[in-house]
């Protein structure tokens, strides 16, 4: 179940994220590839939810029986993925190719000294947004679910204490202010919107034709902020390579005290639907280790639902993109 993730702590002792920390950034790059296959191997072996969960995923987005050797990609990629984020964080991103697509309207919305909110998920790397925030003139702000954070998420905080103030705390005091003060001073703000914690507000979706649950939050956030709102990928493609993707969501979303819920849901599902086309696309970037799919409770989607009506949504929701993501 989607709320199930917010109580998973980060796995390993502190003493192993420092090791591994320290070898990949004085020995270099090749050294901890080197290491990560072993890692990679342990977190296989000793993850049998996880496992579950990565064939649960690949079996919907790619259509086909799932082998063991589509498994042992997923968890690969992941591991390359963190060991990116590593340098990435640590401003060692020379030797990185990054693609940036579809920023004109986001650089045409900061030209009118607007902000805007950036709605991202576990599709691929978060932190390749330190990519926009290099190419904004404008301060980039993410807003980030910390209260689960481990030994990890505290080590890359001190390797960028400058990305680590930037950041909002969704369990602090005052954040949604901070974000609405940010936004008004033309900045952006990223938040990603495919996870909810059990006690946070979710509506249901369709999702590969079975519901799963998406946070409220941040259609709700876009709409009293009244800000421009794009769809955030950063999407590895190979070794040392990502595609930072943007898409334009909405000019302004509007909740109206009469039909708030029907808006809510509609936003959802537009959300939920280009998420869906681009996990179709790039299926081994899907980072959510758990199982993601529940019975609705809000008769938002069920599984029963009519079909047409699921794949004409599929149908208006897919764009022409590049291929799926290859192998590392």
């Not at 063991?68 to 030797?95: E, K, M, P």
Request: overall charge positive; hydrophobic content about 45%.
């Amino acid at each position: 179940m989607t709320a199930g993730w917010a109580s998973q702590r980060e796995r390993g002792s502190a003493f192993w994220v420092r090791l591994m920390t320290w070898l990949a950034l004085s020995l270099g790059r090749p050294v901890a590839l080197l290491l990560l296959y072993p890692t990679t191997a342990y977190y296989l072996a000793s993850s049998p939810h996880g496992r579950a969960a990565s064939r649960a995923f690949l079996s919907r987005a790619l259509g086909r029986p799932v082998r063991a050797g589509d498994v042992v990609r997923h968890f690969w990629t992941f591991a390359c993925v963190i060991l990116d984020r590593l340098f990435l964080l640590a401003g060692r991103s020379a030797d990185y190719r990054i693609e940036m697509v579809g920023f004109d309207r986001l650089e045409q919305v900061l030209g009118e000294r607007r902000g805007c909110l950036l709605l991202g998920s576990h599709l691929g790397s978060f932190e390749v947004m330190r990519a926009i925030a290099d190419a904004c003139p404008v301060r980039t702000r993410p807003l980030m679910y910390r209260a689960n954070g481990g030994q990890l998420a505290r080590l890359w905080e001190r390797l960028n204490p400058r990305l680590a103030a930037d950041v909002i705390d969704i369990g602090a005091t005052g954040a949604m202010l901070q974000v609405a003060e940010s936004v008004a001073r033309g900045e952006v703000v990223g938040i990603l919107a495919d996870r909810t914690p059990s006690n946070q507000k979710h509506l249901s979706a369709d999702f590969f034709g079975q519901p799963a649950r998406f946070p409220t939050g941040p259609i709700t956030l876009a709409a009293v902020v009244a800000a421009p709102t794009f769809l955030f990928f950063g999407i590895r493609l190979g070794p040392r390579h990502y595609r930072v993707q943007l898409e334009p969501f909405a000019d302004g979303i509007v909740l109206g005290p009469d039909d708030r819920h029907d808006q809510l849901r509609h936003w959802i599902g537009q959300y939920a639907a280009r998420l869906e086309a681009n996990c179709r696309r790039y299926p081994f970037n899907w980072f959510n280790f758990f199982d993601f799919w529940e019975g609705s409770d809000d008769g938002a989607a069920t599984p029963n639902a009519d079909p047409g009506s699921i794949r004409a949504r599929r149908v208006a929701a897919a764009q022409p993109g590049p291929a799926r993501d290859t192998a590392a």
